[in-house]
């Protein structure tokens, strides 16, 4: 079975400080991935996701992901934090061609002034 | 422009009560899912749908039934609540969409629905 592992519970950067939020996956092939971000009462929103070809994707809000299949990893990026960034964000993967979405347990992002 | 919409967004329930939270999405996606949300655990699928008719259980199913009569909407019933359903739950929708040689997807998440459990 697949599984996602976001090794670290909490994060505190700087505002203007870079980010990178860890993530680690199994799976028999390289799956579909994705990153979730999810600010406080509300539902979850892509960031970006990765399916084949170049392995470093752009997604929205200036974040950026980088697949390294030798790593099994898909860490997301972003160079300049932002106050608005703090949230809670979701590394998550999906078998090729399907949507199921296994979730891994979430990284808290906190931004200090 | 509604996309994927939850009701109720709050409820509290007594147990051994039963209530049936409803999803509805607007995108004419043929997949939905139902998603509990705990503290420390991420998200866990409950049951998923891959089209009308047709359900299928997720990681964490016992306690929950649904159903999808319709292509919109996907229900999600508890017979007999107990405590440990206390949780944000929520509900999804996604196309899949071959482009080439790829399958293109990506989930909708609804606002969640937080229920309690006393």
């Known amino acids: 079975a697949q599984s996602v592992t976001q090794p670290d519970i909490h994060i505190t950067v700087s505002e203007g400080a870079s980010l990178e939020l860890r993530c680690n996956y199994s799976?028999?092939?390289?799956?579909?991935l994705f990153w979730y971000v999810q600010s406080p009462g509300q539902g979850l929103q892509l960031l970006l996701k990765?399916?084949?070809?170049?392995?470093l994707v752009q997604g929205i809000k200036g974040f950026e992901a980088e697949f390294k299949r030798s790593q099994s990893s898909f860490n997301l990026r972003k160079p300049s934090v932002h106050w608005s960034d703090a949230a809670e964000y979701f590394c998550a993967v999906a078998p090729r061609g399907y949507s199921t979405l296994t979730f891994g347990k979430g990284t808290m992002l906190l931004v200090s002034p | 422009n509604a996309g994927v919409t939850q009701t109720p967004k709050f409820r509290v329930l007594k147990t051994g009560q039963s209530m049936t939270l409803l999803c509805a999405q607007d995108m004419n996606h043929e997949y939905m899912y139902w998603y509990r949300q705990d503290p420390g655990m991420g998200l866990r699928l409950i049951h998923y749908?891959?089209?009308?008719?047709?359900?299928a259980k997720g990681e964490v199913p016992d306690g929950y039934n649904v159903s999808r009569l319709k292509k919109q909407n996907f229900l999600l019933g508890l017979e007999s609540a107990a405590p440990s359903q206390t949780s944000v739950y929520f509900c999804?929708?996604?196309?899949?969409?071959?482009?080439?040689?790829?399958?293109?997807?990506?989930?909708?998440f609804g606002q969640g629905t937080r229920l309690t459990v006393v």
């Open positions: 990765y399916f084949s070809g170049d392995t």
């Open positions: 799976y028999g092939a390289t799956p579909y």
């Open positions: 999804a929708s996604s196309y899949s969409l071959l482009q080439g040689a790829i399958w293109n997807t990506e989930a909708f």
């Open positions: 749908s891959v089209g009308e008719g047709t359900t």
